[in-house]
């Protein structure tokens, strides 16, 4: 019954982690494509 429950929140744990680096990524990539709208504003004129 121990063994179980620790692989379970193991699972968790990393599940979290998972997300927390999806997030990152995506709010990275979006930052990115952010920036490239004002640089190809500033260098299109």
Known sequence: MGKSK???MH???EEQQAKRVLLIIGV???VLVFL???AYSF???
């Open 28 to 30: 990275s990539a979006l």
């Open 43 to 45: 260098l299109g004129k």
């Open 11 to 13: 699972s968790r744990k």
């Open 6 to 8: 620790k692989k379970v």
């Open 36 to 38: 490239m709208f004002i």
